[in-house]
């Protein structure tokens, strides 16, 4: 229950839910109250998430707005919510994103609307669920309930070649998650044998002692379908498919929101219930995305299509956020989190921005364009910040998210992190080029000298990104610190330590064996100082 | 002069099935004296026999009960499969009261038949005695060789009739060559006493043997598991669309039912040295269901291929055994039922007064002709292919958790990595309804009521079941105790 005594992840979850139920008893051609219910609907459901966010306390690092039902009992799976500093940005990237999802699809979507925002609402409603979920059953559930409506998302409002999109998108997913859902069930049954009682609460399954050789393979089932989806290379083929024939919404949803279960279901699942296996797999993970991280960039950088590199981008950023989570340190978990968020917005909005230009032009291709700085100076300046964004440039959220994150993984693996680093220098490469060729020089049709600069709807859509954009790339604190217990949490199970709060900072004991200092690094601008808890190991 | 002695015969556990029969004899004898065109008037009073069977079973639950030594027993277990046989019924009666009205001829004897078959289904859930068991299974193969030819002017239906009555006859003398050498080697064809005349510590005979395997062949001609499935895609096919619903779910939760109680009750000896021969058989069963169902054009065809992999899961269940593996079974029958006869349901309404619209490509549009039966149609594949939040997913989960429990994981990997292949057939007809072209919407009659109800009362379950799946499956377990020590 919340501080309010409300049960508000359910109402979250259900606020759009009951929306999508309202939606179906409407006249389907009234397109402009349906887009406009759809609209408050999702925008309800954010503000409520506003007033969760505000209730949330930074010092607990459990689980906080806990809700507990008896669902299944006979196999021990209970409906059982809950939100912490991993979950809580994502929750709000989910209820901030969809409301700027359904107001960008007022002009794209023209035909099926009903259907459509009914889809949008449904997946609002799961994606919720996939964040707030605590019971593994549950979990499941929402996360691969949620497919179905993307699978609509896909398929009937897509591209060309939207059909073989969406299955390949499907099956993919469906292909990973079900040895997921096997893995599940046995890290139950080893629970079971040990305390004698069926539960896939998963709080209390945490910490449970499994036989290594058995986590190396659960983990390897849960790592299969978190790879899939977040993508990891070489699991990332369907991404470019499913971005390049989604509508724009579609996109953003998937970039912004859907990327972020698979790297979310590392950091609440994968970890803390297989921590040896996960240090096993360390290496291993570790190199894939920093492959992932160069081979998005070099593959981003020779696309002609700009949804296309938006969506080889993705997959390098997401590298960095799962190297960041390999790092096993304070600093870069929480640096990958943070990008999560920050990929959500820039990639987001770039997913918009072509979006936007599509809807005048009907093409994407870069060669199509150039000398819209000129033409569209509101769109380029939009664009500007969100290009900025992606590269990390600081001053804005990217900057933040991929320091920490370097940081974290240079005290780790030093040579990854260098490796990585490079990776940015990639994504200045190909975001300045594209850029460049889209936005300076002279326009090489003449099709782009009629258009016109983006009006207010197109604005309001932007202007709360490149706010939010600003706002985490200048003061990220206020989102660091609701982190910081939960992560530190985290670590404490990953590593199997003692852990006991001490002041502000976490004091990790590496059964009684280490010795820890809580160290301080400056970060990012001279005001704020940002604590580092380091388990020092002895061996 | 004696008294003539009467034998006490215990007649509580026939309560559920004498509606049933009473009904069938009634519709037999009230259709000499009904107009054509009023045959609506047999529907409903098979409805009611259907309906009055189910408050009696639910009524009795709970009961235990052997009737004439043994011969049919009344338990949890035949109390649970005559409630799932009592909706199977009901659904079928309405979705073909508009079938009957349009393809096929409006008769009343088809509701007649149809309820002896249901029958035959429920005196095979409750056979205690092989050879009533046997009797069951005959009297709902001779209604349905009926019901499958009941088209009598489409050259498919007679070849559909033909085959399955072949084939079935076939796996009858199996079933019934069976029977002969385990009484043979046991001297008795009642479950119970079966286990009691092998207890003397001996290995079993090989009479005995061979009379377990020509059971499991007969059983596996009924459940259509590889490689006795041959006659399902032509029968199911062929057979009346109103038939197919019918079959594909009735048949499977009867034959599981008997199969289930034969081989747990009569021969745990058999079930563990089988164990082996069984996990074969799921993984063809699943397997080859689901790689030809991907290739079919034609949706009856394609859905008797999904019943077959079907099959498969559920023999993944009974290899796992134990309450869990058996509640699972009894779960999903459940979930399976309802979800195949709302497909079916579907198809029914969609088609209308037309001509048989059984080719996938004649789905194409339908998504946006006719929202809500292809939404409905949508689920019933979703739930098939098992997504969340349905029952088929749910019953997946406790058909695959009941192996993980046992020990067979490699079982469970195969199992799942099939239902992955089968989301792709699956999801092909929800490809077709939504995401193709229809230059010009063929116009759609509207779907007849009986049949929305059928769909609506498959769309029900389906989702409850895939949402509060707890009050079926304790139900499930509870019934399994009847069977399992």
């Known amino acids: 229950m919340s501080p309010t005594g409300g049960p508000i992840l359910s109402i979250l979850i259900a606020i759009p839910l009951c929306g999508a139920l309202l939606l179906v008893f409407i006249d389907g051609a009234r397109d402009a109250l349906i887009k406009r219910l759809a609209l408050a609907i999702s925008s309800l459901a954010f503000l409520l998430s506003l007033i969760m966010y505000a209730q949330f306390d930074p010092a607990i690092a459990g689980m906080q707005f806990v809700e507990r039902t008896s669902w299944i009992d006979s196999i021990g799976s209970s409906y059982l919510l809950g939100v912490d500093g991993i979950s809580l940005p994502l929750v709000l990237l989910t209820t901030f994103l969809t409301p700027i999802a359904i107001l960008a699809s007022f002009s794209g979507i023209v035909s099926r609307v009903k259907a459509y925002m009914i889809c949008m609402l449904l997946l609002q409603a799961g994606m919720i669920g996939v964040f707030v979920a605590l019971d593994l059953i549950l979990f499941y559930l929402f996360w691969e309930g949620m497919l179905i409506p993307m699978y609509f998302l896909i398929g009937v409002w897509g591209g060309r070649r939207r059909v073989y999109a969406t299955l390949k998108f499907v099956l993919y997913t469906m292909a990973g998650s079900v040895l997921m859902l096997l893995a599940m069930i046995a890290v139950a049954y080893l629970h079971q044998g040990r305390v004698g009682r069926l539960t896939f609460d998963l709080l209390e399954l945490i910490g449970g002692p499994i036989p290594y050789g058995t986590q190396l393979w659960l983990f390897a089932a849960f790592a299969l379908a978190f790879a899939i989806k977040v993508p990891m290379f070489p699991f990332h083929t369907w991404l470019p498919d499913a971005h390049v024939e989604a509508p724009t919404a579609g996109s953003v949803l998937l970039a912004g929101v859907l990327l972020k279960m698979g790297t979310y279901g590392f950091l609440r699942f994968a970890l803390p219930l297989f921590p040896e296996a996960a240090a096993a797999f360390t290496p291993l993970i570790s190199v894939l995305a920093v492959i992932g991280i160069l081979y998005g960039a070099l593959v981003a950088m020779v696309q002609d299509d700009l949804k296309r590199l938006v969506a080889y981008s993705s997959v390098s950023h997401l590298g960095f956020v799962m190297l960041g989570i390999f790092a096993m340190n304070l600093q870069a978990i929480e640096g990958s989190i943070l990008q999560m968020v920050n990929h959500g917005l820039s990639t987001g909005a770039l997913f918009l921005l072509v979006g936007m230009i599509y809807e005048r032009r009907h093409t994407r291709m870069i060669e199509e364009f150039g000398g819209l700085s000129r033409l569209l100076p509101r769109f380029a300046l939009c664009f500007l910040v969100v290009t900025m964004s992606s590269i990390g440039l600081p001053g804005l959220n990217g900057f933040v998210g991929e320091f920490l994150i370097l940081a974290g993984t240079f005290r780790a693996h030093k040579v990854l992190a260098i490796l990585a680093a490079l990776g940015i220098i990639l994504a200045a490469v190909y975001m300045l080029w594209m850029w460049q060729r889209v936005m300076w020089g002279q326009s090489r049709r003449s099709e782009n000298l009629t258009l016109h600069d983006i009006g207010r709807r197109e604005m309001a859509i932007l202007i709360p990104i490149i706010l939010l954009i600003l706002w985490i790339g200048l003061n990220p604190n206020p989102l660091l610190r609701r982190m910081d217990a939960s992560v530190a949490q985290l670590l404490c199970d990953v590593r199997s330590t003692e852990c006991e709060r001490q002041g502000t900072a976490w004091r990790v004991s590496d059964n009684g064996a280490g010795q820890v200092s809580p160290s301080f690094v400056l970060y990012p601008t001279p005001y704020t100082l940002y604590p580092v808890v380091e388990a020092r190991s002895t061996n | ?485």
């Open chain 2, 1 to 485: 002069m004696t008294e003539l002695v009467l034998p006490q015969i215990d007649w509580t556990p026939f309560a559920p099935l004498a509606p049933v029969a009473v009904g069938g004899l009634m519709t037999l004898t009230v259709d000499l004296f009904l107009p054509p065109g009023r045959k609506q008037f047999i529907a409903i009073l098979s409805l009611i026999a259907l309906a009055a069977s189910i408050l009696l079973s639910i009524n009795s639950w709970g009961t235990v009960r052997y009737g004439i030594h043994d011969a049919v027993v009344l338990d949890r277990f035949s109390l649970f499969f005559y409630l799932v046989l009592g909706l199977i019924g009901i659904l079928t009666i309405l979705l073909s009261m508009s079938y009957l009205d349009t393809a096929v001829a409006d008769q009343g004897e088809y509701y007649t038949l149809v309820l002896f078959s249901v029958l035959g289904m429920m005196l095979m859930a409750a056979g205690g005695d092989l050879i009533v068991i046997f009797l069951g299974l005959e009297t709902f193969s001779l209604a349905l060789y009926t019901l499958a030819g009941f088209w009598k002017t489409e050259l498919r239906s007679n070849e559909s009739a033909l085959k399955y009555l072949l084939l079935g006859a076939f796996a009858g003398g199996f079933f019934l060559y069976g029977i002969a050498l385990i009484y043979g080697a046991t001297g008795t064809t009642i479950l119970r006493q079966i286990p009691d005349s092998l207890a003397d510590g001996h290995p079993p005979s090989l009479l005995f043997l061979i009379g377990g395997g020509l059971l499991l062949v007969g059983f596996g001609f009924k459940i259509a598991s590889v490689p006795f499935h041959m006659w399902v895609p032509d029968v199911y096919e062929g057979a009346p669309t109103s038939v197919t619903a019918f079959m594909i779910a009735g048949t499977k939760a009867a034959a599981f039912a008997a199969f289930l109680r034969v081989f747990l009750l009569a021969l745990p000896a058999l079930h563990m040295r089988w164990s082996a021969a069984i996990w074969v058989l799921a993984v063809l069963t699943m397997t080859v269901g689901n790689l030809v169902a991907l290739v079919q054009s034609n949706i009856k065809r394609m859905l008797a291929y999904s019943s077959i992999a079907h099959a498969g899961y559920l023999l993944v269940a009974l290899v796992a055994g134990g309450s869990s593996g058996v509640g699972s079974i009894l779960f999903y029958l459940v979930a399976y039922a309802l979800m195949n006869l709302g497909a079916f349901a579907v198809i029914i309404a969609v088609q209308g007064s037309e001509q048989e619209r059984p080719l996938l490509a004649d789905y194409a549009g339908l998504g946006w002709q006719q929202p809500m039966l292809a939404v409905c149609m949508a689920l019933f594949m979703f739930s098939l292919a098992g997504i969340p939040p349905t029952a088929g997913f749910m019953g997946k989960l406790y058909i695959f958790s009941a192996a993980l429990e046992s020990d067979y994981p490699g079982l469970a990997i195969i199992g799942v990595l099939n239902s992955v292949v089968s989301v792709y057939y699956y999801l092909r007809i929800v490809v077709i309804m939504y995401m193709s072209e229809t230059p010009s919407p063929p116009p759609r009659i509207p779907a007849s009521a009986a049949a929305v109800l059928a769909v609506l009362v498959s769309v029900l379950g389906t989702l409850h079941l895939g949402l509060f799946p707890a009050r079926l499956l304790d139900l499930a377990r509870q019934s399994v105790s009847a069977i399992i020590g």
